[in-house]
């Protein structure tokens, strides 16, 4: 069945090897195997039942005994909370032991031996003890630990009399009979998996054939060995496994090398290659004592880990039936061969970090009755949640909840992840150097005026990133820079109207081009109109633009705002108070979310600006901005409570340059908030996790705060200065602390020195 060597722990590099087949009159099996080590992945969502205080790690010295277990990614089940415990496995083969140290708390009371007047249920031969320790081992400290490490052994005895002479004896055989016995025992004794590491290259009696059609009709899986020839179809009965009457039911398992190989001993899927999975099987360490441990190889040792692993699902997730637990690990495996399925390797090596990940979308019950679907893949639309917010809803755990993935298999899953936080963007944003290319201007009767100007511009950094910061590794569109400004003047009335593409910024005059809140909305058009009453204006504007269309996303809903202002202006103070309301469909203050999605929260925000400029002294102009918003966002999954207040604000100096003055230099300085959620908070209505897997689900209301850990502060510093007859040099250094308001964000440093000259 399978070659089995023996070496104390020290010295199991160099453990000898010799031959075991294990038969069965007119049936098969066979048995070992081994798969690539990879390192164990967690799974996407910290599942149900609540992970012990102590499982395997794959750090721990039990779990290092089993290259096995790192193959498959068991620490990912264990992580879980899976451990077996409650499954039955059944093990005919030549009896376990059941002083084995390592496995004896795990051997069911009801093992036997079905030879009659044998009554000797621990056999000689160690080939069923080898097998069961790979599946159940105890998480003891010592030794190895088994697959499913809580599980219950049925071991049931069914080698023939006589045929086993001793402990890794060769000449093992068993009988269809017997076997069909062995079966019925372990089903009508509550085995919900067997495990055959036997077989034969002949097809089975039908006494047998009938037993295994009454354990699959119970609801029973198989995990059975492919067998030892190194032969292109596995043997019997791993080969009934593609078998209509038993399909879904069996899984035949090849065994690999730990260089990710099929072993050279090994049957390969073939014929049954649909149902055909490959695990450990060489060179596998089990059987532990308090000195030495055995290691064994042969397809009869693969077929464990796959048994273990359907024991490990059937545990954590009690809703599945064996069928469905054997179509996940199908589903879960990792490819080895050829593209999909193949006649070496079938479906490939199993993978518990996968077959414990949902498998499909994420149904997540709501209050109503009903469910939303989110995805467990990163593909789709990114959902981000504007800077403004930070770290606020990523560290919190108040949106933890449940979802069913397509098997109906129930996770506990925190809603915070599919928020993903604003990318850390450039220092230095680019910035549009106008160019403006053509001006018409008509002079009108009574002092009126028309201008038609039309321009274009250049990035100064070529293929800048998003501005809003929110849609990372996405760049502009090649459209170039361009926009065109109507303006018209009639006594005290002035009227503006401005349009642009590319990213163009609007026209300088306009509220958007300084207004924090009026700028989110990234307008492609704009119009304003304003009362003059000497130095007094009053004005109306509004506007509006999809931030995304620069990114080819054209089919998303536009942002828009309107405000109304009144300015007054005079040599040396200009001061300017607005009110205002930005209407965002994809999320408040520049979040991402589109109206497709499960996160989308459609948002609107009050908000006052004002600003003051002051020439102070003759060389020194000072400027501060302030603005407060309150936003409200309504969401199907998540809920921004109205009155949430967000706050930005710059304070500015620059010096001035003398009239006349040649080769003047002139400093600025700026200190600058972008927006900030200062006050507010998130709710939701979901269901709380249930104290046990079959619980009825029951809902509450979670709040958290919508404010960030940290606060964002940008510094800048400034050198411009005219060169006689050279040209115009400009510097220009910037600070980021707490980038995205969160606490302790690396400070993001920039750095921009520019020369232009004209001949």
Not at 103 to 128: C, E, F, K, M, Y
Not at 350 to 358: E, H, Q, T, V, Y
Not at 407 to 426: D, H, I, K, W
Not at 508 to 515: I, K, M, P, V
Request: with cysteine; hydrophobic share 40%; net charge negative.
């Amino acid at each position: 069945m399978g070659r089995i060597g023996w070496a104390p722990k020290a010295q199991q590099g160099a453990a000898l090897a010799a031959l075991t087949v294990l038969s069965a009159c007119a049936g098969g099996g066979g048995g070992g195997g081994g798969a690539a080590t990879s390192n164990p992945i967690p799974p996407i969502n910290n599942p149900t039942p609540t992970p012990p205080a102590n499982y395997p790690l794959a750090s721990s010295a039990e779990y290092q005994e089993n290259w096995g277990l790192g193959a498959i990614n068991a620490e990912a089940a264990f992580a879980y909370g899976a451990t077996g415990a409650g499954v039955i496995v059944g093990v005919i083969d030549t009896g376990v032991n059941a002083s084995q140290p390592d496995l004896a708390a795990n051997i069911s009371s009801q093992s036997t031996d079905i030879i009659a007047g044998r009554d000797q249920p621990s056999g000689v031969n160690l080939h069923a003890t080898f097998v069961a320790s790979i599946i159940a081992a105890t998480f003891n400290g010592q030794g190895t630990v088994g697959v499913a490490y809580d599980s219950t052994i049925l071991s049931v005895r069914a080698d023939s009399a006589g045929s086993c002479t001793g402990q890794t004896s060769t000449d093992c055989s068993f009988d269809d009979v017997d076997l069909a016995t062995g079966i019925n025992y372990a089903v009508a004794h509550g085995a919900k998996i067997i495990n055959l590491s036997l077989g034969g290259t002949t097809p089975d009696s039908v006494p047998f054939q009938q037993a295994l059609s009454k354990a699959v009709a119970a609801g029973v899986v198989f995990a059975i060995a492919a067998g030892n020839e190194g032969t292109a179809n596995p043997d019997w009965p791993a080969a009934y496994a593609t078998d209509p009457r038993y399909q879904g039911a069996i899984l035949a398992v090849g065994a690999l090398t730990q260089a990710g190989a099929l072993a050279s001993y090994s049957n390969q899927a073939g014929s049954a290659a649909a149902a055909y999975v490959v695990a450990p099987g060489d060179n596998i360490t089990t059987a532990c004592t308090g000195t030495s441990c055995w290691q064994v190889s042969g397809t009869s040792f693969a077929a464990p880990h796959v048994a273990g692993a359907l024991a490990l699902l059937l545990q954590a997730f009690p809703n599945l039936s064996g069928e469905q637990a054997v179509a996940i690990l199908l589903k879960t495996t990792d490819d080895l061969g050829a593209t999909g399925v193949d006649a070496v390797y079938g479906d490939g090596l199993i993978d518990l970090g996968k077959a414990f990940s949902p498998i499909g979308a994420l149904s997540v019950p709501t209050a109503n009755g009903g469910n939303v679907t989110i995805s467990t893949t990163q593909s789709g639309s990114p959902t981000i949640l504007s800077p403004a917010f930070g770290d606020a809803v990523a560290r919190s755990q108040a949106l933890t909840t449940v979802g069913y993935d397509d098997y109906q298999r129930l996770f506990v899953v925190n809603l915070a992840t599919g928020y993903r936080s604003a990318p850390r963007a450039p220092a230095l944003q680019g910035s549009a150097l106008s160019e403006r290319q053509a001006s018409v201007v008509i002079n009108g009767a009574n002092g009126s005026r028309l201008e038609l100007t039309s321009g274009a511009a250049d990035h100064s950094l070529e293929g800048d990133l998003d501005p809003t910061g929110v849609m990372e590794g996405l760049r502009m569109a090649e459209a170039p820079l361009a926009d065109i400004n109507l303006s018209f003047t009639a006594g005290r009335f002035n009227f503006q109207a401005w349009s642009g593409q590319g990213g163009m910024p609007p026209a300088g005059d306009l509220a958007a081009s300084r207004d924090a809140f009026a700028s989110l909305s990234k307008p492609d058009h704009a119009a304003r109109a304003g009362l003059n009453f000497g130095p007094l204006q009053v004005s109306a504007e509004a506007g509006g633009g999809s931030p995304f269309s620069l990114y080819g996303l054209n089919d998303l809903p536009a942002s828009s705002y309107m405000l109304s202002s009144l300015k007054f202006t005079d040599p040396r103070l200009s001061a300017s108070l607005s009110a205002g309301r930005l209407t965002e469909p994809l999320g408040p203050l520049g979040s991402f979310l589109p109206q497709t999605t499960i996160n989308a929260m459609p948002a609107s925000t009050g908000f006052v600006s004002g600003q003051v400029d002051w020439k102070a002294l003759p060389l020194l102009a000072l400027s501060a901005q302030a603005s407060v918003g309150q936003s409200s966002g309504a969401g199907e999954q998540l809920r921004l409570q109205s009155g949430a207040t967000s706050t930005t604000w710059r304070v500015a100096a620059q010096s001035l340059c003398s009239a006349g003055a040649a080769g003047c230099t002139q400093f600025s300085a700026s200190i600058d908030q972008p927006i900030r959620l200062e006050a507010g908070q998130f709710t939701a209505v979901l269901a709380d996790v249930p104290a046990s897997y079959f619980d009825p689900l029951h809902f509450s209301t979670r709040t958290l705060s919508a404010s960030p850990s940290g606060r964002q502060l940008d510094f800048r510093l400034g050198l411009d200065r005219d060169v006689a007859q050279l040209g115009h040099l400009e510097l220009q250094a910037v600070a980021i602390t707490s980038e995205n308001n969160e606490v302790g964000a690396p400070l993001n440093l920039g750095l921009l020195a520019s020369w232009r000259s004209s001949f």
